[in-house]
């Protein structure tokens, strides 16, 4: 009865179960069994994902094993990254093996006319995917690709809104010529990177070697930068919005005196200079004995009134994609502002593409693209311009208004110079940046087209592509009364206008003829030619003599009405290009590679005889995984590749005209041109630089050895490349002796470089609800002068950031068996002591060193030679420091440069973090020598707190008032002898006003760790935006230039901004000179797909 009793039980438990469970329970099958690779070994790590429920997923352990209860399907789906997805009927007792797919080596990538897979890559190639480069939110592409690349250098020259970005593939080449790599947008040569949205682009490839680049001949010597925007694709038109709002603010501030060091740095310098100079002083700021009432005053930020200021700047791109299986089209505009940390300081830009493909038959396309962009750039600070608004000035600018802000002197009292003083005392220099209206803007106009014909020969196609681009580029400047360009023509408002307009044409067409022969051979042929042709003008005026009521916007739509006026104009001589290429490509066996491409170019830059320049370029490799005795490696090696490259490309960007003799319609002396101004007496075309008819290419020879190689189905994957780069013929202009010319150009210098570059990109975790990818790179490039002209073994040449006043002191040397960029200048000993003097006559105030002390005359300060002047070394020991003592003070070449970073997904989470890097280079540092003494900085600035009385050396007793000068005061107060320490710094009255002397205390280390980006971005769940419409919703928040270690004292290590308009800036690299500071930045931003 029990029993009985039991089973009946169970029966009505189990008929329950039946009645009450849900049908997924009642279903429900379990999926268990082991995952293995193509060589039988267990694959750690794979995703297990029931097939139609993506939350129910699980991963493979050590073994390979998985187990995963399925709610109601029958299939599950296995994934693993390096190999292809598979979908299996699900069973207890599972073995699966899944197949390798190295989508990583089987992408296609962009190759000069024509594309290849990645694993038959010959050259040395770098790439980014778009993807990328849009969770960077930035106006500028080439700022996203900052430390992303090894061996392309990047560098935003300084943080102005728009700043100029360099950027260098392997050091650049050229010593006078222009060394930016050719940018080439969907197979179309030319235009600018900043004509792109990063939202646009579908990924960027850089050619490093002159394997990649001979394609291009003359126009690739510096490296390629090949841009894909985004494809038109085809079915429902898709939208895409994608737009930011972001804040900034100055990431770095400086220290400068306080308001009692500043007025007491200042009675120093009046006390030193005399009685006249002490009544102004008194007329300013009060007497000695009332100047410790500036204690309790607060110093004027004029950091803070300068760019200080929290700014938005915002981004907004709208897109659209569709069209039918034979048209697709591309439609895009962005909209981008961004604002400056200076007043009235922005840019903005608007951007318009648009791409269509159409399929006229089976045979063939038409492709076009088309480009409309429009830039403005507002303000000072802002690319170009000589006069106005400085950053350094609100370094030295006045730390109070003194007595010119509480009382109303009396001008009849007061010289010129003195009321001038008190009034830019009491206009702020956000006022004063009102003064100095300036607009630049940039337009440019692209059209591309292009046929493709397959031909009824099998592998025969023809290619057939032009182009048109338009720029034009317009400058306004216009200087209020109370600037100093109008202080030059009596005061009245001042403007000047000009514009240039540049043309160009394009044609090119290629025949290619690929094939296999018995499956074992591949062959690729390809042949072509091509012309360019450009040309610009250029037209100036200016203007002076306003009325002081126009604003800049009166004045430049009254330009007719100034009292004195000037034009200049010229066309330039066209720019014409013809040439003819070829590229074979050839694989056997799919594992050894060759590569042989040849390229002659003719331009008219040079004169009849040396027009023509033949490149040619070579490159093997050879896919060793493939080979049969790796079989057994195959479970945890991917990929090994070994690269090795020979090429020759040549270097035609200079002046259109250096090898024709020119005129200058003026006399010698003034160089005055007819037309312009106050002409009087012309006297004479003349000239002073000789005619060269002989110029030619330079050259460049690039050789190259990598290995690429990829682990456990590229989870881990990188290159290391080892090159060595020769240039020679390099244009130089270097003095003669031939009467009547001072220079001639000639192809008489040559330099080489050699690097090694390392990239590795990691997938460390790829699980479903958590993914970590790593990427790290680094390069080392050496380089160095192996000839000069007319057998020099060096040139020294003059930066020009102090303008006129080192025109005599070259502070940059060049010579051979160095690298460019080293500079020239003394070095420092600290500062002459009490214990360098002999003795101190009271009569006639003149100190006398003692025997075996060097003096100069180089400083040419108040002070003279003096206990407190700086003090310079002797280097060849003959008693005076003068010309003959100046040697090499720093090296502004980094040892190694490079970045790294992470990114991945959790749940719906996503991140990204990349970091940038640079060490071992040196930055001059022409802030610091102007920050510290008075260099051309007014009659009172302001100073770097370390020139403080207490810091540096000083001649005032700080309790009298009473000038300093016995050598017994002079070493109480200053080297200890009160019983404190010594004075760290010399006396900032040791130079002149407009006294320059570098020196290697000028000289800083500007290695530095950067964190350049944070982005945090949550995707909402398709099942919540798919009720709204919306495919995709995706909200971030990034972090912009967080932090930055580094011990430069300046306000970034990576700011080379001064401008210097000249053909040898490229000799004179790494000055921090008046640069715009970079700003931390903070964006938020949403992507929306419709």
């Known amino acids: 009865m029990n029993q009985a009793m039991r089973r009946l039980c169970k029966l009505c438990l189990l008929a329950a179960f039946f009645v009450l469970a849900p049908p997924e329970v009642l279903a429900q099958t379990i999926a268990k069994g082991q995952v293995f690779d193509s060589t039988n070994e267990p694959v750690i790590g794979a995703t297990v994902v029931e097939k139609g429920s993506p939350k129910n997923a699980t991963v493979t352990d050590f073994n390979g094993n998985f187990e995963l209860k399925l709610q109601s399907g029958k299939q599950v789906v296995i994934t693993y990254i390096g190999m292809k997805s598979k979908i299996v009927n699900a069973t207890s007792n599972m073995k699966v093996v899944m197949e390798d797919d190295n989508t990583t080596l089987n992408d296609i990538v962009v190759i000069g006319y024509g594309a290849v897979r990645k694993k038959d890559l010959t050259g040395s190639v770098a790439t980014v995917a778009g993807q990328d480069l849009a969770k960077v939110p930035v106006s500028n592409v080439s700022e996203a690709l900052t430390g992303k690349m090894a061996g392309v250098n990047i560098t935003t020259t300084d943080g102005s809104p728009d700043a100029e970005v360099l950027i260098r593939v392997r050091g650049g080449g050229s010593i006078t010529g222009d060394n930016t790599p050719l940018i080439v947008i969907d197979g179309f040569q030319g235009g600018s990177m900043s004509d792109l949205s990063p939202n646009d682009i579908e990924d960027i490839t850089v050619l490093k070697d002159a394997s990649s680049t001979a394609i291009y001949g003359s126009e690739g010597a510096n490296g390629v930068i090949l841009i894909t925007t985004k494809n038109a694709k085809g079915g429902k038109t898709q939208v895409n919005y994608n737009g930011y709002l972001q804040t900034k603010k100055v990431s770095k501030r400086m220290d400068v005196l306080d308001t009692y060091q500043y007025v007491m740095s200042n009675y120093e310098y009046a006390a030193l200079r005399g009685e006249s100079a002490l009544n102004s002083f008194y007329k300013q700021f009060g007497v000695f004995d009332d100047l410790y009432l500036y204690k309790s005053i607060e110093a004027i930020d004029w950091q803070e009134d300068l760019f200080g200021a929290d700014v938005i700047s915002q981004s907004h791109n709208l897109s659209l994609q569709g069209g039918t299986d034979k048209t697709k089209f591309n439609l895009s505009g962005t909209y981008d502002f961004n604002a400056g940390l200076m007043p009235n300081n922005d840019f903005s830009r608007f951007a318009f593409l648009f791409k269509l493909n159409h399929d006229i038959n089976k045979s063939l396309k038409f492709s076009m693209t088309a480009r409309l962009t429009d830039q403005i750039a507002n303000g000072q600070g802002t690319q170009g311009g000589t006069y106005k608004v ?341 244009l130089i202009n270097h003095d003669i002796a031939a009467p009547g010319y001072t220079t001639v150009w000639e192809n008489s210098a040559s330099t080489s470089n050699k690097g090694v570059e390392l990239t590795l990109n990691a997938a460390i975790i790829q699980n479903k609800n958590f993914r970590l990818n790593a990427n790290f790179n680094i390069g080392f490039d050496k380089s160095n002068v192996k000839s000069l002209a007319n057998g020099l073994q060096e040139m020294t040449f003059a930066s020009g950031w102090a303008s006129t006043d080192n025109k005599n002191q070259d502070d940059y040397i060049v010579r051979i068996g160095d690298p460019i960029g080293l500079v020239y200048g003394w070095q420092s000993d600290g500062y002459y002591t009490t214990d360098d003097f002999a003795s101190y006559n009271e009569t006639t105030g003149a100190y006398t060193l003692k025997d075996g002390v060097p003096t100069t005359s180089l400083l040419g300060g108040t002070i003279g030679i003096r206990p407190g002047a700086m003090k310079l070394k002797d280097l060849n020991g003959d008693g005076v420091v003068d010309a003959k003592d100046i040697t090499v003070i720093g090296d502004t070449n980094p040892d190694f440069a490079g970045g790294f970073g992470f990114s991945g997904e959790i749940y719906d989470f996503d991140f990204n973090v990349n970091f940038t890097y640079k060490v071992g280079n040196d930055i001059y540092n022409a802030n610091k020598i102007q920050t510290t003494s008075r260099y051309r900085a007014g009659t009172y600035p302001n100073m770097r707190a370390e020139m403080s009385q207490s810091n540096a050396y000083s001649y005032i007793n700080p309790e009298t008032g009473v000038l300093l000068k016995s050598l017994e005061d002079l070493k109480y107060w200053n080297e200890g002898g009160n019983g404190l320490a010594a004075k760290a710094m010399w006396s900032p009255f040791s130079t002149g006003d407009a006294v320059v002397v570098p020196t290697d205390w000028a000289m800083d280390d500007a290695s530095f760790l950067r964190l350049q980006s944070l982005t945090i971005g949550y995707t909402i769940p398709k099942n919540i935006t798919k009720k709204f419409g919306v495919q995709r919703l995706r909200a971030y928040v990034t972090g912009t230039n967080l932090f930055v270690i580094t011990s430069y004292p300046g306000f970034d290590p990576e700011v080379s901004s001064y401008a210097r308009n000249s053909s040898y800036s490229g000799l004179t690299p790494g000055i921090d000179f008046s640069s715009y500071p970079k700003s931390r930045a903070f964006t938020f931003g949403l992507n929306v797909t419709l």
């Open 390 to 730: 400085r950053t350094e000035q609100a370094l030295y600018g006045v730390a109070t208004k003194g007595l010119s802000g509480m009382i109303t002197p009396d001008f009849s009292t007061m010289s010129d110079d003195e009321i001038t003083e008190w009034q830019r005392a009491n206009m702020s220099l956000a006022e004063q940046s009102e003064q100095y209206w300036r607009r630049r803007n940039n337009r440019s106009f692209v059209f591309n087209g292009a046929l493709d014909w397959k031909t009824p020969l099998k592998g025969l196609t023809a290619h057939l592509e032009g182009g048109y681009t338009y720029g034009f580029n317009e400058v306004k400047n216009w200087y209020g009364a109370t600037t100093t360009q109008a202080s030059y023509v009596g005061g009245n408002p001042l403007a000047d206008w000009t514009k240039t307009n540049t043309r160009s044409i394009r044609e090119s067409f290629t025949l290619t003829y690929d094939t296999k022969i018995n499956k074992i051979h591949h062959l690729n042929v390809m042949g072509g030619q091509e012309i360019r042709s450009s040309r610009s003008d250029y037209s100036a005026m200016s203007a002076n003599n306003f009325s002081q009521a126009f604003t800049a916007e009166q004045v430049f739509a009254n330009f007719d009405l100034s009292t004195m006026q000037s034009m200049t104009g010229y066309v330039a001589a066209n720019q014409n290009k013809v040439s003819f290429f070829g590229r074979i490509n050839y694989t056997l066996l799919d594992r050894y590679l060759l590569t042989v491409t040849l390229r002659e170019d003719g331009s008219s830059q040079f004169g009849s005889g040396h027009q023509w320049g033949f490149f040619p370029a070579a490159a093997a490799s050879w896919r060793i995984i493939e080979e049969p005795w790796m079989e057994g490696v195959r479970s945890w090696m991917s990929n090994l590749k070994l690269r090795v490259s020979y090429g020759k490309v040549g270097n035609d960007k200079i002046g259109n005209t250096q090898y024709v003799q020119l005129y200058n319609s003026g006399d010698a002396v003034t160089k005055k041109r007819y037309g312009v101004g106050d002409v009087a007496n012309v006297q004479q075309a003349v000239s002073t630089t000789l005619a060269n008819p002989l110029l030619t290419w330079e050259k460049r020879t690039t050789r190259n050895i990598g290995l690429d190689f990829g682990f456990f189905h590229e989870r881990l994957s990188g290159n290391i490349d080892v090159y060595w780069n020769s240039t020679d013929d390099l």
